[in-house]
């Protein structure tokens, strides 16, 4: 495994460790007998940071299994997650004939690896520098081949990322790909507004966006969740300290208000159609969850 320090990783704490809790959660999708999703790098960025390298990979490394909040459901809904976006973009590359893909915060994901893409595609990975160096370095170590040409773009979201993204050699006239996975609720409304804004502007007709979105009008109303708290006390991540609390904008909304098709779902609809994943239940952290898909025509 590779060695590194925690500053330098970038995933050390606040959003950043998320990423690691996302790949923790795939690596024991990917263990599992009735696995929705397969990706074998995820297990190398856990044991590569400090902070996660305790943590579990296999559903057989937790006492209680599928009936521990964090490491069962919690676990179920990110592989569930990553399934139906893998769904998503290869559907849509394959459809539309995009070839240019864009994560956006794209933290430890490996779809450039992992997915087979069509022939001349290209994935942008934009995120923090502090991230995809960390990224770098482990997946180096490993030696996998990327199944896309694939471009790191380091730069905050927060800045101008969409210069950095042309520089990169991203073409505004093509169609494309982009894809916003369980970023949007950690940034502010205005920073979601103006991200969405600047999605539509680079994108020709022929592209696809999907993202993820809470709809609870108060977050704190699930405080006391058995998802949140046991993500509290077993790896210190308290993603409510994390999470923009005012209210969000009409994303969805906005999109279709500019021509594009769009369509809202909960997680649970994609449980039902691949008959296993988390299931609503009292007191659900998981209720306010929406998986958000728009083409542009």
């Not at 430890?108 to 923090?128: I, K, M, N, Q």
């Not at 966006?209 to 046991?230: F, G, I």
């Not at 952290?285 to 728009?294: E, S």
């Amino acid at each position: 495994m590779v060695a590194t320090t925690q500053q330098d990783t970038g995933v050390d704490g606040g959003v950043g460790a998320t990423a690691l809790l996302v790949a923790a959660a795939r690596a024991i999708e990917t263990h599992r007998p009735d696995s929705l999703a397969q990706d074998d790098f995820a297990e190398h960025f856990v044991r590569a940071a400090p902070a996660s390298a305790g943590w579990p990979t296999r559903l057989q490394d937790v006492p209680d299994g599928d009936a521990n909040p964090l490491w069962g459901r919690f676990a179920r809904y990110f592989g569930l997650r990553t399934r139906v976006l893998d769904d998503f973009v290869l559907q849509a590359v394959h459809s539309a004939g995009a070839r240019q893909v864009v994560l956006l915060g794209a933290g430890l994901d490996t779809r450039a690896f992992r997915l087979d893409w069509p022939t001349g595609s290209v994935v942008h990975e934009v995120d923090r520098a502090e991230v995809l160096a960390f990224k770098h370095e482990v997946l180096s170590a490993a030696a996998p081949t990327a199944k896309a040409a694939r471009v790191p773009v380091p730069v905050d979201l927060r800045a101008d990322w969409a210069t950095a993204l042309a520089d990169s050699g991203f073409d505004s006239a093509a169609p494309s790909v982009w894809l916003a996975e369980g970023l949007l609720f950690y940034l502010p409304a205005d920073a979601e507004t103006s991200l969405i804004a600047t999605v539509d502007r680079l994108s020709t007709p022929g592209s696809a966006l999907a993202y993820e979105v809470k709809l609870e009008p108060d977050l704190m109303t699930y405080r006391d969740s058995p998802l949140y708290l046991a993500t509290t006390q077993q790896i210190g991540i308290d993603l409510l300290d994390l999470f923009a609390k005012e209210p969000r904008p009409d994303s969805a909304g906005t999109l279709a208000d500019t021509g594009w098709a769009t369509s809202v779902h909960t997680p649970f609809e994609f449980t039902h159609r691949h008959g296993r994943g988390p299931l609503p239940e009292p007191n659900d952290a998981l209720a306010g969850n929406r998986w958000v898909f728009a083409y542009k025509p």
